[in-house]
């Protein structure tokens, strides 16, 4: 019996059976693709992952949270809430009681209630241990409870040697895992530098589907083809961006009066005297400034809010300006691979 393999997002799902459960019996490795978009797919380079999408299942698109960021999409995949829910609100987030800036690590997790899938997975007992390859957010406590094997974000391991280690983490002699999230950093890496439409994109999608290939051979190799369930997807897309639609925000803010947290697309800024009374009066000049200068980047695309309102329901920053290019605010995950 094969696997069922799923790939979502444009990429692909094979689920093969019912859930995993205890030691021994069936189990679920659910990959990662760092901003894959769908059209990727349909560029004659995945020979692999087409093959999977041809005989296991797949979904025609995943639509991403906002922002259109990995920390807080990979987070929504593993606990099924929506940013404001689960308090991932970004890359960076800025705490405005402490006034310093939070980046990756345990406090940006730290949402009491709030529990991954692979936290839940070994809560449930009965055997069950749960894998975290470099999965944002994977390597932290959640309830007291850590993954049986985890691996932090390091991209020094190389990427056939992390299939070795989750596939080692699926037929480990006593504490098999059932559930293993496996995260690669790529394509997002290079689109960023160099474009979704560049070589080095086109390279790096060659050589996942190379890697989706070793990893049904290493399951092959260790006779977990009937038991082993493999889910593919990824985060958010890629849009390029030209010379005429780069916007220096720093041209009409001035850093002194204001904090500015996190990258594009989604920029937060934070008044710096946020309780002095005269700070108001600049953030109505600033308001002002910007409604202008968003009249005039319309004709280079570019939308601005001046508050996100669902973060209001968190106790994270809400004072939230964001800026980004209007021809992105249709979710890029949205976008059908054919
Ligand atoms: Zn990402």
Known sequence: MRPLWVVLGGLCVALAHPAATARGDRALVVVSFDGFRPDYLGRGLTPVLDGLRAEGSRAAYMHNVFPTK??????????????????????SVYDVARDR????????????????????????GGGRHS?????????????GVLPTFRQPYDLQVGWESRVDTVVGWLVHPS??????????????????????DSPEVRYHIQKLDNITRYLRQKLAAHNLMDRVNVVQLSDHGMEA??????????DFVSTSQFKMIDTSPVIQLFPVKACNPSALVDVCRLTEVIRRRTQEWSSCGVLLWKKLEYFEKTHKPATFTTIFPHQNIRPWGYRQSN
């Not at 975290?132 to 309830?143: A, I, L």
């Open 175 to 196: 504490t098999p895992a059932n559930l293993v999230m496996l995260y690669f950093e790529e394509p997002d890496r290079r689109a960023h530098a160099f474009g979704p």
């Open 70 to 91: 990995t920390f807080p999409n990979h987070h929504s995949i593993a606990t099924g809430l929506y940013p404001e829910s689960h308090g991932v609100l970004g890359n």
């Open 101 to 124: 800036r939070i980046g990756y690590g345990p406090q940006l997790y730290s949402n009491p209630g709030v529990t991954p899938i692979w936290t839940l997975n070994q809560m449930a």
């Open 131 to 143: 894998g975290v390859m470099m999965w944002p957010g994977g390597e932290f406590s959640y309830n």
């Open 241 to 250: 961006v030209t010379l005429a639609r780069i916007i220096n925000i720093t």
